[in-house]
């Protein structure tokens, strides 16, 4: 069966932050300074074989939505401990 990761854009007071989610949690976080063209390359480099699905609005995604009401709640000051799980990847000197 093939991997999935869900690419987004969340709107924020901050500005628009690009995700990346896979099955286990948030892989990537672009902050609005970032090309959101990053996203496509972190799939690239971690993920090459899974099916990508652009998801245009949040509540188009369960797992989108859950994140982007987490982030919302941070950004207002009511989020103080997040519980959105993450898909850390990195290098061994990572």
């Known amino acids: 069966m093939s991997k999935s990761v869900v690419m987004s854009s ?9 995700v990346v989610i896979t099955e286990e949690g948030l892989g990537l976080l ?4 970032h090309d959101h063209s ?5 799939v690239r480099r971690w ?7 652009e998801v245009a609005h949040s509540k188009d995604d369960s797992r989108v939505s859950m ?3 987490e982030l919302t709640g941070y950004f207002d000051g009511n989020v103080h401990t997040f519980r959105f799980p993450l898909d850390l990847r990195g290098t061994p000197f990572q």
């Not at 969340?10 to 690009?18: F, I, M, P, Q, S």
């Not at 990053?38 to 972190?42: A, E, I, N, Q």
């Open 30 to 33: 672009l902050l609005p300074s």
């Open 38 to 42: 990053l996203c496509h390359d972190w």
């Open 10 to 18: 969340l709107h924020t007071k901050v500005g628009a932050l690009g």
């Open 47 to 53: 993920e090459p074989d899974a099916t990508v699905v």
């Open 67 to 69: 994140l982007d009401e």
